[in-house]
């Protein structure tokens, strides 16, 4: 396992590429068992398929539209929509509209199999269990559950966060290393937006802190434990 350093921590870059590509793993970051990476695909290009073997997936429309074939079953996914797709899956991704796919796959490696689900963002919107504003300024924000209680799963979560501008999204400052690990992926922060995140297990030696302005979309951070 590797240790809780800023080289472990930061992964910058990761909606760079085309295909299928992997950014957070155990072994090359601090995971213990997540895993984060991107399929992107321009409208016309072949589709991604692959077998998720061991690991249970979840797929997360950051962008565009996509069609996914899983177990039989196909999928629409247009923007933030979400599928949940078992271990020992046959998987076939292909972009659906003229602007492409930009995918956010996520997965942990489990022992059981569980039910495959799609997951509509609109849905998620109109049900106040997975759809919730929290805190109030300068600590606002507005939670929308994909992979959560809704679904049926083995490790993974995921979920997707707008902040209100200049409001903290993570605050008070908390952690929850004994249940969980995490990966914070900051997406459509265009200069002059910017984010700050501070991970530390030590206040006086924080292992993670970055102000990024207009890259901020690039940016993966994964925590595994202390306080956020």
Request: glycine share 8%; proline share 8%.
């Amino acid at each position: 396992m590797n240790p809780i350093t800023l080289e472990t921590c930061f992964v910058p870059k990761t909606h760079e590429g085309k295909g299928r590509r992997t950014a957070v793993a155990p072994g090359r970051t601090a995971a213990r068992y997540l895993h984060y990476g991107r399929i992107t695909l321009a409208a016309g290009d072949a589709p991604v398929k692959f077998n998720n073997n061991d690991h249970e997936v979840g797929l997360i429309c950051l962008n565009g539209k996509a069609t996914v074939n899983a177990n039989g079953e196909t999928f629409e996914l247009d923007r933030y929509d979400a599928v949940y797709v078992p271990r020992d899956s046959e998987i076939e991704v292909e972009a659906s509209g003229p602007n492409g796919c930009d995918l956010a796959e996520v997965s942990a490696l489990v022992e059981k199999r569980y039910p495959l689900k799609f997951v509509s963002y609109n849905e998620v919107r109109q049900n106040p269990r997975l759809h919730l504003i929290a805190g109030k300024p300068p600590a606002e924000r507005d939670l929308n559950v994909l992979i959560g209680a809704n679904v049926e799963a083995g490790r993974i979560m995921a979920g997707v966060t707008f902040s209100t501008p200049g409001n903290w999204t993570s605050w008070p400052p908390h952690e929850h290393s004994k249940l969980l690990e995490e990966a914070y992926l900051f997406i459509d922060m265009p200069a002059p937006a910017f984010g700050v995140q501070f991970v530390y297990t030590d206040p006086q030696t924080p292992e993670c802190g970055l102000s990024n302005g207009g890259l901020v979309q690039r940016v993966c951070v994964e925590i595994r434990r202390g306080p956020e």
